[in-house]
């Protein structure tokens, strides 16, 4: 569905929510896709959100809407339903959708739950709360088709004839009787085998797996990096617990793309909707401190040419714009350095060379924008040369600085193993600003008493 | 393989590629996956990329491994090759990799390339290379099962059998004897039913395609936001052209992060390693470019202050720290409604509510911030209270500023069709910077006149 159909079904249904008409949604969205409904009703909130979860067709359909969904949003949903209900929800869901809900209930409610789901199932959701969200066991799915290597092509298909509620059939993974991870069949391999075939036989034993601690974006770097439709999970003796699929590496991958760019502007790890506004104070609130205390700094620093200031105070007009093109031109080089390590396109060995050649980038834009600045200072002064020389050179110097900074702030973080992304914000703005304005300040004031 | 052990492959490979050591290499490299040596290779340029690529065992590696790489390196690698070597390679690859490949080679060498390949090839190249490379065509395979609606399923499983190189093999398209798609059957619903059932019996008629035309990016946000593992590509008569995997919708979603943090940053959407010194100034240019007109507009509205700025230079030592705040905060604002858009989180109808949210967050921070410094001020000007509210009250209205300036820009953007992902980096810094500073000497002249 295209953004702006969608649009248009959220207006209707709003339209129809205000006015009642439960029976115009019904029929609206009896044809609509988990996906989009899911979409839709991220939507709204609080009575209409409630309103609109209880209108769906069927619980089915409400376990698959509420898959979709953000957690928070599940978390909502949830907590305003009946205990007996969310059991017959959760029925329907995949185990791990439930058991990231489950992990972020009230502990009440979810212990309330799990009484009252069967005991096998109580028990492997257990199992799965106990992994940290964001590694391999958080985001994995109990569910898989795991068979012993002495089986054969038969029984195989037979047994994906008879479990058609597991999640990702198109690899069958073989273990030995220890349960333990030895070869995956993709089921196209398995289509055109014979019969009889046993599996051992056509397996491909050298199987990339992943251990339940491994963090999510190492699971997702290795499942994109091989385009592997899933990729198993096993614990330190090799037994196989579960598989990672790539819809949820997708998940991952979009959740991390989320987090880097929130990180690189100071703007803290959470998403807007769904935090309020207190959580977002708490989580801009330190950046901004970095900042206000590299600031500050500067303040005392500029001290002593308070004097050479009241002198010249032509040069105060041009402390924001040189400030400015500094901490633009160093945070287009931390950006790219930043996303570089991201990305992996940038390794250890390639540093000195990037260094090499954003320095050439700088000075090429410190040559051409000190030019402009300098001419403009020149005539906006009168004519005063001293004046054009210290402005021109400032912003050239102050250009540099910037990109030196700029580019080695994410490789020292990234060397003593902090998350690179928080260094394009705050960290850089305000070296760059502090470092600019002493250049200026020191250099007006060299030229000024020798010209 | 992990970053670690992948940059030890890195440096013995550089070791032994200086000493000439190429036996070693060969038994080092003979054991690695295609993805891990394309890493290794990317890593490499030169003369040392060219022999490393000659040293991989054989072409079919060679061309699992060209399949794997950056467009930029692959045209590099590819354009030292014999046309002879590069045909026989392109015998080895999928049919949407060559096709990227040939595109991006000069023209002389392309068609050199394309009269040596067999005339159905050919013939099936030059269909793909008519496709814009982000759209779904570029990035589309036109290997795929597509079989008539009347088969059955013993036929169909023997289709599957012959053709083992069809790139996904996990979904069987149906379609009728005009070619257009009516149906589409997973492998795993193919393998548990009986040999003698017709298609048209078995497949799923409501299946979600994606027309030649369509933008990567929508294709994307499709097969992510259904899960899917591949989505069929047809042109305007419903006619099946190809498919899109999961695989190469992971690529084009990393590709646009990327391109969309660049852009916040004002970087060019291009990433480092590829663009040279040239390239990076051009792309950046611009976007100082905008900072350095926003400033400039600056320094001439700051004139009518000279002679305060003169009689009160204490003022001065205060101007970076109200400038920074108000940057940061405005930029932390833009960079969460930027990425709600993309992501789609953030719908029109939810503007003036995040506005708003926004706005509650400036005033506190505008609040507590004011009062730092305000009270800092307040003891470095000797108790001078004028100037510390002065000081103070600027602060907080930068701030508010800063936020009004933040939300509003990228909405603005994206509603004149702009991507707003532009908005957030110097369009931003110096609307605050300028607004800022108005405000600031605005207050101050006004609070000095009558206190």
New interface residues.
């Given amino acids: 569905m295209?953004?702006n159909k969608s649009?248009l079904l959220?207006?209707a249904t709003?339209r129809l929510l205000r006015r009642k008409a439960y029976g115009n949604i019904r029929r609206i969205i009896a044809k609509s896709?988990p996906?989009d409904l899911a979409?839709l009703l991220?939507?709204f909130d609080g009575e209409h959100r409630r309103k609109l979860f209880e209108l769906l067709e069927n619980d089915e359909t409400r376990a698959l809407v509420l898959a979709e969904l953000?957690l928070e949003q599940q978390v909502a949903i949830v907590a305003e339903l009946q205990v007996d209900q969310i059991v017959t929800i959760f029925n329907e869901m995949d185990q791990d959708d439930k058991a990231d809900i489950l992990g972020a209930l009230r502990e009440e409610l979810a212990n309330e739950i799990l009484t009252r789901m069967s005991g096998e199932e109580s028990l492997e959701m257990e199992g799965l709360l106990k992994y940290p969200d964001d590694s391999a066991g958080g985001i994995m799915t109990p569910e898989f088709i795991g068979l012993l290597e002495t089986k054969t092509v038969e029984a195989a298909?037979n047994y994906?004839?008879e479990n058609?509620d597991v999640e990702m059939?198109?690899y069958v993974y073989v273990v030995n009787e220890l349960g333990q991870l030895v070869g995956v069949i993709s089921?196209?391999q398995?289509?055109?085998s014979s019969p009889d075939t046993v599996l051992r036989d056509i397996m491909e034993p050298a199987v990339v797996s992943v251990r339940v601690d491994a963090d999510q974006e190492?699971v997702a770097r290795l499942v994109?990096?091989?385009?592997f439709?899933a990729i198993p999970v096993t614990d330190d003796r090799n037994v196989l617990l579960g598989l990672v699929t790539?819809?949820d590496?997708?998940?991952v991958?979009?959740e991390e793309?989320?987090e880097?760019?929130?990180k690189?502007?100071?703007?803290g790890p959470e998403?807007?909707?769904t935090t309020s506004?207190r959580g977002?104070?708490r989580a801009?609130?330190p950046?901004?401190m970095i900042?206000?205390i590299?600031?500050?700094l500067?303040?005392f620093l500029?001290?002593p040419f308070?004097e050479a200031?009241?002198a010249h105070?032509?040069l105060?007009?041009?402390?924001?714009?040189i400030?400015?093109?500094g901490?633009?031109?160093g945070?287009?080089s931390?950006?790219?350095?930043v996303?570089?390590l991201a990305?992996?396109?940038?390794?250890?060995?390639?540093f000195l060379r990037?260094y090499w050649?954003e320095m050439?980038?700088a000075v090429?834009?410190g040559l051409?924008?000190g030019s402009?600045?300098g001419a403009?200072s020149f005539f906006?002064s009168g004519m005063e040369l001293s004046y054009a020389i210290s402005v021109g050179v400032s912003m050239f110097l102050a250009m540099a600085i910037a990109v030196s900074v700029g580019a080695m702030l994410p490789i020292f973080f990234s060397k003593v193993k902090i998350d690179p992304a928080v260094s394009?914000?705050?960290f850089i703005?305000?070296a760059v600003?502090?470092l600019g304005?002493l250049v200026y300040f020191s250099v007006s004031s060299l030229l000024l008493s020798i010209m």
């Fill in positions: 295209s953004g649009a959220f207006d709003q896709h996906a979409i991220g939507r953000d298909i994906i004839r058609r059939a198109f089921l196209r398995l289509v055109v190492d994109s990096r091989y385009s439709l790539v819809d590496v997708i998940d991958l979009k793309a989320t880097d760019i929130l690189m502007a100071g703007a998403m807007m909707e506004v977002s104070v801009r609130f950046w901004l900042s206000f590299g600031e500050l500067g303040v500029m001290q308070g200031l009241q105070h032509f105060v007009f041009f402390m924001p714009i400030m400015a093109m901490g633009n031109l945070t287009q931390a950006t790219i350095i996303r570089g990305t992996g396109q940038l390794i250890q060995g390639h990037i050649r050439r980038i090429l834009m051409i924008y402009f600045v403009v906006l394009t914000g705050p703005t305000s600003d502090v304005l």
